[in-house]
């Protein structure tokens, strides 16, 4: 080959190889491109289906921006308005994509979805959640991937008709939702901090709930959390779970099994109930009764029996035995107070077994005939009666005819009136021992309701009898 024929082709294949890259990055630039719409394409589709999953009805929103998309998709109630989920689903959706801008990402889309969760037929959790996907350059490959995603605050809704997030006076129940709120957050932060009485003062002055506009809380399938106004004990917020208060809050916004559990009829649980003056003696000598036949009972003292002998009543709850209160002296006569009076003195009753125990009582003795209002308004707590009468206040009873009366008297499912009195204490053990034979399970008033007790309502059985 002549000199000039070679320079001809090396003229050529330098033309040639230019052009055939170019070709090359051209068709590979398309062929990325595709890719990317592909991948684009799946992704949309894959949130679509998340959300047809987690909740069916939904709009999609598209928000061109000049350097990408935001896709949301929003639930819509069953009357066809979307809710106003979309707003807390917009500021994700512009924090995530000035979040992708500044980290000067390509191609910028943005999907702003939701999971649900269904708790009750219409009524649904939504939990707003977005992602960022952008081009992703790395050497000499490219492709379409996440930069970053984000969860947003749950939120519940009755998507039947309305489109804003439940309100309390949607999640309020009845008369004991209230006082029951409050009740449950004092108990919860009394089992996490050792409080003085002067700091229980100021628990119980917080601004819980009191009518049912209250605004302050947020609520979600986890619970209620309540939101206070600065004070001197740091508590910003209280999470009541769900477990613990959902049986005193609307159950049309409750998951099942969260709500007011029904009586059951098969137990054969009884509950021995003690009125007492925690004289020190007769106490000791109950206490190591129940201990030795492992058995449980509730104690109502009074307010000033635990003034005068605190380190007796400690033993008692130290035991696990559960306390209720009457009023502050035996003889106080509750069924004529005035309303006022009767706060007086319960709260004082409160306190004393607050300085015992380091709990406050959440029930109260009163007798089967108690029709007074007032001592319901007052205790703002569960009234306790019996159904079995041991009649151990006679001065001239025996301690067989104690076990007798009892005995004869169950029929399940009882509240068993007795006494720390010497002929009490010397039927104890036998009628514990008879009880036990007859198949009765002896338990504290709280499980015997199996803690269904709420405020206002006067208990003396937990159910029917029981059947075989």
């Not at 998340?50 to 939904?58: C, G, I, M, P, V």
């Not at 007032?374 to 301690?399: G, N």
Request: net charge positive; aromatic share 10%; proline share 4%.
């Amino acid at each position: 080959m002549r000199t000039w024929q070679k320079t001809i082709i090396i003229i050529l294949a330098l033309i040639a190889i230019p052009i055939i890259y170019f070709e090359n990055q051209y068709f590979s630039h398309q062929q990325k491109e595709a890719q990317i719409k592909t991948s684009q394409t799946a992704i949309f589709k894959a949130y679509r289906i998340h959300s047809e999953n987690n909740y069916a009805n939904f709009a999609i929103y598209t928000d061109t921006k000049s350097a990408g998309k935001i896709y949301y998709f929003v639930p819509k109630n069953q009357q066809g308005h979307a809710i106003d989920l979309r707003r807390q689903q917009q500021r994700i959706g512009e924090q995530l994509y000035q979040k992708a801008l500044k980290q000067k990402q390509k191609d910028i889309v943005v999907y702003i979805t939701y999971n649900g969760d269904n708790l009750h037929d219409d009524t649904y959790c939504l939990t707003p959640t977005g992602a960022v996907y952008s081009r992703v350059e790395h050497h000499f490959s490219t492709k379409f991937g996440k930069f970053t995603d984000q969860l947003g605050q749950e939120a519940v809704y009755n998507l039947a008709n309305q489109t804003h997030p439940v309100t309390f006076k949607d999640l309020y129940h009845d008369a004991a939702t209230l006082p029951m709120i409050k009740q449950l957050a004092v108990d919860q932060q009394l089992k996490k901090y050792n409080y003085t009485p002067h700091q229980l003062k100021t628990l119980e002055n917080l601004d819980f709930p009191t009518d049912v506009n209250y605004q302050q809380f947020s609520f979600s399938q986890h619970g209620l959390t309540l939101n206070f106004s600065k004070n001197t004990l740091g508590i910003k917020q209280i999470t009541l779970p769900l477990a613990t208060i959902g049986p005193y809050l609307n159950p049309d916004y409750i998951a099942e099994g969260y709500t007011m559990p029904s009586a059951k009829k098969k137990s054969k649980s009884v509950a021995l109930t003690f009125n007492t003056a925690l004289d020190t003696d007769s106490a000791k000598q109950v206490l190591e009764i129940l201990n030795e036949k492992a058995a449980q009972a509730t104690f109502f003292p009074t307010g000033e029996a635990a003034h005068k002998h605190p380190k007796t009543l400690k033993k008692i709850s130290a035991a696990n035995q559960a306390i209720g209160n009457q009023s502050y002296a035996a003889d106080d006569a509750i069924d004529t107070m005035s309303e006022a009076d009767l706060s007086v003195n319960l709260a004082k009753t409160d306190q004393a077994i607050f300085k015992a125990t380091g709990a406050l009582p959440r029930f109260m003795r009163v007798t089967p005939d108690t029709t007074n209002k007032a001592i319901a308004s007052a205790s703002q707590r569960a009234l306790i009666s019996w159904s079995v009468d041991s009649e151990d206040w006679r001065t001239d009873i025996k301690a067989t005819d104690i076990t007798k009366n009892v005995i004869e008297r169950t029929t399940g499912g009882d509240v068993i009136l007795l006494r720390t009195a010497p002929e009490t204490i010397k039927a104890l053990p036998a009628l514990i021992d008879q009880l036990r034979a007859k198949g009765y399970h002896l338990v504290t008033i709280p499980s015997l309701f199996e803690h269904r007790l709420a405020p206002f309502q006067q208990y003396a059985k937990a159910a029917d009898p029981y059947q075989d």
